[in-house]
């Protein structure tokens, strides 16, 4: 046998190993993303239960019932549950197949998640220029650490947001801008979720006597 013979067969054998399926798998993305939801659940569960221990240690400090703004924290859970409102649109948008409708309410999203923010931050300021800082007392501390960091994730799917809103307006709905739009709606209804069990467990707990 030539030697060119034995490079074709070389060749051929090779070929008998490549992959011609895609390489991604079938909801691959989708499985990944729960089990980091649900990795995220132990931090919330952990936060949670250090304010279940450390809610009522004062140290002398004010209490929630003097430092909690119901009304304010209503407004602020209202524009986040809104903002879960109008992304489930954004979704019924794409999934007819409306590029145009899909940013729209897209864009509503993320100010209503703006504007929730920045009634946190508010908050926070406020709280702090009145000498309520997270190293008063095990209260605010906690406080602060469970707060923050739901606010630090809203943060995030907002640039997640206006991420994904570039790549529609590039590429459209392409299968994965659907995907990805299937993705941050699972984390943002997730953050509407914790945000109730906040509410109802720091707020509206916190100014019982």
Same mark, same amino acid.
């Given at each position: 046998?030539?030697?060119?013979?034995?490079?074709?067969?070389?060749?051929?054998?090779?070929? #008998?190993?490549?992959?011609?399926?895609? &390489?991604?798998?079938?909801?691959?993305?989708?499985?990944?993303?729960?089990?980091?939801?649900?990795?995220?659940?132990?931090? !919330?569960?952990?936060?949670?239960?250090?304010? %279940?221990?450390?809610? =009522?240690?004062?140290?002398? %400090?004010?209490?929630?019932?003097?430092?909690?703004?119901?009304?304010?924290?209503?407004?602020?859970?209202?524009?986040?549950?809104?903002?879960?409102?109008?992304?489930?649109?954004?979704?019924?948008?794409?999934? =007819?197949?409306?590029?145009?409708?899909? &940013?729209?309410?897209?864009?509503?999203? %993320?100010?209503?998640?703006?504007? !929730?923010? %920045?009634?946190?931050?508010?908050? !926070?300021?406020?709280?702090?220029?009145?000498?309520?800082?997270?190293?008063?007392?095990?209260?605010?501390?906690?406080?602060?650490?469970?707060?923050?960091?739901?606010?630090?994730?809203?943060?995030?799917?907002?640039?997640?947001?206006?991420?994904?809103?570039?790549? &529609?307006? #590039?590429?459209?709905?392409?299968?994965?801008? =659907? #995907? =990805?739009?299937?993705?941050?709606?699972?984390?943002?209804?997730?953050?509407?979720?914790?945000?109730?069990?906040? !509410?109802?467990?720091?707020?509206?707990?916190?100014? &019982?006597?």
């Amino acid at each position: 046998m030539s030697d060119t013979s034995i490079l074709h067969a070389s060749a051929a054998d090779d070929a #008998r190993f490549i992959v011609r399926e895609p &390489l991604h798998p079938e909801n691959g993305t989708l499985l990944g993303f729960w089990i980091y939801l649900m990795s995220d659940c132990l931090i !919330f569960a952990c936060l949670f239960a250090v304010y %279940g221990v450390q809610g =009522r240690a004062y140290a002398g %400090g004010p209490t929630g019932a003097d430092l909690f703004d119901l009304p304010l924290v209503a407004v602020n859970t209202a524009m986040l549950l809104f903002s879960s409102i109008t992304y489930g649109f954004a979704m019924l948008e794409s999934q =007819r197949g409306r590029l145009r409708g899909t &940013l729209a309410w897209l864009v509503v999203t %993320g100010l209503f998640g703006l504007a !929730f923010l %920045g009634l946190e931050l508010y908050e !926070f300021h406020h709280l702090i220029e009145h000498g309520a800082g997270p190293w008063r007392s095990a209260f605010l501390s906690s406080f602060f650490a469970l707060v923050g960091t739901h606010g630090l994730h809203v943060t995030f799917g907002v640039v997640w947001l206006v991420t994904l809103l570039f790549q &529609l307006g #590039r590429h459209g709905l392409i299968p994965e801008n =659907r #995907r =990805r739009l299937m993705c941050l709606s699972m984390f943002w209804h997730f953050l509407d979720v914790i945000w109730i069990g906040v !509410f109802t467990f720091v707020y509206l707990m916190g100014v &019982l006597p």
